[in-house]
Structures are given as C-alpha cells and as structure tokens.
C-alpha cells in the first residue's frame, strides 16, 4: 500500500485502495481493495465479465463517481480536489455506440472540446481535419457537414475518437468502444487504433469483455472478477497465470477456430 | 327547391353580408389565442426546465398544471370572475383561463423532451467537461425542441377552441357568433363562428406541425 502511493510521480493515474459502494451503502459494494497505478504512455485494458466493476473504475478516474474509501490520484491530484470540469477538458472519453450528439454535424462534434475551451474558429478547423484525417475518415465538407445518423457504426466510432482527442488530452479513457461494431469493422478498427496508440502515446484505460481485443492493445490486462482485481500481468504473461476467472477468459480464445494461440 | 339548398344559399350570404364582421372576430380571436399561448410559452418552458434540476417539484407543478386541464372550461371561466385582479369580465380574464389550459401541453412536453434523451449522449457530454449549463443549452435543449414544439402545437389547438367559450365572459372572438347562434336557433350564425375557428385550428397544426419536422433530429 504504502510503496504505491509513494510511486504516484511516475503514474499519471493511480488507486490507492480504493472501494465504492452505491450511495454509501456498504452492502452495495461495486469495486474494493482496488490499487494500481498507470505509468505515462502504457495502454491499460480493463478485462473482466459484465458488472465486474470494469466501467466504474473508468468513471472513478475522470470524477464521474468518487470513491467511497480510499483515492484516485490523477496527475498526482486526488480526484476529490480536481475541478471536475477541468479533470475532465484533460480526459478524452469513447464509449459504445460513440454517444454522438445527433443535433450537431461531424465537424461540429469533433470541435465540441475547443469550442468549449473558446479557441479561434481558424485553429478549430484546422484541428478538426487533422484529427478526422488521424482516424482515417474524408475531412472534406461533403462528410465534415454529415450529422451522426447518416453514418456508419464505424465511422461514428471514428468520429468518437476523434472528438476525444480533440484538445490533445494526455489521458484517454475508452469504454467497450468497439463491442457493438460488426466483427470486420471492429477488427478494422481494432487494429488501426492499436497502431495509433503507439503513435500518439497517450496513456490510456480501455475496458472490454473481450480477451483477444484486450491482447492486442494492452500494455498491461488487468483482470477484474465481482469488484475485485484477480490478475495484473503484460499480455504474454497474461496467458500463462493461473488463475480460475484468467482460465476461463483463455478457455474462451480457443473456442474459435483458427485463433492466435 | 328543396329546403337544404335555400338554408345553404341563405348561409352563404348571410357569410357575404357579414364578412367584415365575421373577419374582424376572426382576428380578436387570433389575437386572444397569440396573447395566450405567448404567455404560456413563457411560463411553461422555463418552468419545465427548472423541474428537470429540481424532481421534488416536477409532482406538484405536473399535478397542479393537470387539476386547470379537468376543470371544464365554461366553469373555468365562471370561476374566474370573481378573483381580484385577475378576474372579472372581459379578455384579461380569457387570456388567464386560456393560459392555464394551454400550461399543461406545453410543460409536460418540455419535461418530457429534456428528461427522454439517449443516456449515452448525455453521459458523454458529462465526460467531456460540460457543465450543467451548457449540457441544458447545448444539448437537452436543442433535443427537445421538436418534442417541446409539438406540446405547443396541441397547446394552440386547444386554446384555439377554448377561445370560443371566451365570448362566454365578454372576451369576444369567433365565439360570440356561435352563442348568439344558440340563442337564436341560428346555423347560419353557428357556422359563422365555427368554420373560421375550424380553419384557424387547422392552418395552425399545419405550420407547426411544418416547423416541427424541420427541428426533428435522428
């Protein structure tokens, strides 16, 4: 515990024993005995079975939820002494479906954080095509002047990620963002983000349910099971632990033919 | 000839004879539904916005706003007069009871097209770093508006043929020609009332119902 919270100047984000339970309610137990830290540039994934706590991790870091015991230091600021508002302007945030508002045209959404943070249209623009240009999608007028209902679930999931992006936060959190995709799709997009990950270096927490999709872009798979981490370990050691829930996410690879082994 | 087509020729110029008049009660009526609705409007969407921030109010503001609605209205009006200030005989009167009619359709709407929009939008916008304030204005709003305009659209229609029972307390409009047509066994005059009221009702649902369209996103 101790060694942890001492270690918080090289993670950007760190748990230090952290426990939420609903309204306070100890029986209503979400996560708890929760620590870890998040070194700059590595690619967190967050694995885990539906309601095993994956997503409120996620909302933990970026203030959504506080914790009930314990804290979340990012930037090596507890969450509960950030402006959640500006906590927030420095967290990109994807989730499925792309959550896109549907009043607003490509473009439009994409530019949501700098017309926020009042940047001049000229250097608005200009961001917008380079970062739609980044996640491969046509930054000229005929698509930017699109609205979200007229696209593609790929392309969306695109313009979701370029919307996060948009004011170059340091940290990008990313919730089951391709899982609703069709699988050519989401392979598509699953290893053109792999690649831009590398590039940008952004630290990043990704959540899936999906193991193959967790070793392809971790750094590092931690492995939650009913509000508790089970496993913590880089991809390739990831497939070797023993562990019962580690097994059964393995068991699930293989039930696939022709899968990576 | 058969007695149906002199009635209809005598209605059609008794409607010649009486075009001026019949266009002049025509516009009072307007005047008195455009005089109502604004304030309505006024009232009911700011008033559904803030029970959005505040669920113990939505109850009783949506309770009191549905209680003016099972009130009939001849009896709303009657009931009226006698209240200080704004009560008594005449438009200010109307314009009141007409309000109140009109309140319903318009905040329960405003509630529901703020408080029905896709969680999943609204959660990213929370993650992004909007404040409330801008989520309101930025994002529910603009969401609601077609839901927020179709209240208002049952709002006109309904003050439109409220307006008639107006003439009832002396606020004159297209009503004063279907009472004094009652009172005279009178179609003619019934109809003199009725079919401009009807088409004020009708022109009105197809502009909004225009413009409603046009604000409807995904």
């Known amino acids: ?261 | 000839m058969n007695a149906a087509v002199i009635q209809l020729s005598s209605d059609w110029t008794f409607f010649a004879e009486h075009r001026a008049e019949i266009f002049s009660a025509t516009l009072d009526h307007l005047a008195l539904v455009l005089i109502a609705m604004a304030i309505a409007i006024l009232i009911g969407v700011p008033l559904g916005m803030f029970i959005v921030q505040r669920p113990a109010l939505r109850t009783i503001a949506l309770g009191i706003a549905s209680i003016f609605q099972t009130i009939p209205s001849l009896a709303l009006f009657g009931f009226l007069i006698p209240i200080p200030f704004i009560g008594g005989i005449g438009k200010r009167t109307a314009i009141v009871a007409l309000v109140l009619y009109a309140l319903l359709p318009i905040l329960r709407n405003t509630y529901v097209g703020l408080t029905g929009i896709d969680p999943a939008v609204l959660e990213a916008a929370e993650a992004m770093g909007m404040t409330r304030a801008q989520i309101l204005w930025r994002v529910r709003f603009p969401l609601a508006l077609a839901v927020i305009l179709a209240g208002i659209r049952t709002a006109t229609i309904i003050t439109i043929g409220v307006a008639t029972i107006a003439a009832a307390i002396g606020a004159g409009g297209l009503g004063t020609f279907i009472f004094r047509g009652v009172a005279l066994v009178s179609d003619a005059l019934i109809l003199a009332g009725a079919i401009p009221a009807a088409l004020l009702a009708l022109i009105a649902d197809f502009l909004l119902g225009l413009i409603e369209r046009r604000l409807r996103v995904a």
């Open chain 1, 1 to 261: 515990m101790n060694t942890k919270t001492v270690s918080f100047r090289e993670n950007l984000i760190e748990f230090c024993d952290v426990e939420y339970h609903i309204n306070d309610i100890p029986a209503r137990i979400i996560v708890s005995g929760i620590s870890f830290g998040i070194p700059h540039g590595e690619t967190l994934v967050l694995l885990g079975r539906s309601g095993s706590g994956k997503t409120t991790l996620l909302r933990l870091i970026n203030g959504m939820l506080m914790p009930s015991r314990g804290q979340v230091l990012v930037q090596g600021r507890a969450t509960t002494d950030w402006d959640p508002i500006r906590l927030r302007r420095g967290i990109g945030y994807v989730i499925q479906d792309a959550g896109l508002f549907p009043h607003f045209t490509v473009a439009e959404n994409v530019a949501l954080i700098p017309t926020l943070e009042k940047w001049d249209a000229l250097r608005t623009t200009a961001r917008v095509k380079e970062l739609l240009a980044l996640v491969g999608l046509d930054a000229r007028a005929r698509f930017t002047s699109r609205h979200p209902r007229e696209l593609s679930g790929g392309q969306r999931q695109r313009v979701g990620v370029a919307r996060a992006l948009a004011a170059d936060p340091p940290i990008l959190l990313m919730d089951e963002p391709f899982s609703a995709l069709d699988p050519v799709t989401r392979a598509e997009l699953q290893r053109e983000f792999s690649a831009l990950a590398r590039r940008l270096g952004k630290t990043i927490v990704f959540v899936t349910h999906d193991l193959r999709e967790a070793l392809l872009l971790a750094s590092r798979i931690v492995l939650l099971e009913a509000g508790r981490i089970v496993a913590s370990a880089t991809p390739q050691e990831f497939l070797h632990l023993d562990h019962p829930e580690v097994r059964a996410f393995t068991s699930s690879l293989s039930i696939a033919p022709g899968a990576p082994a």
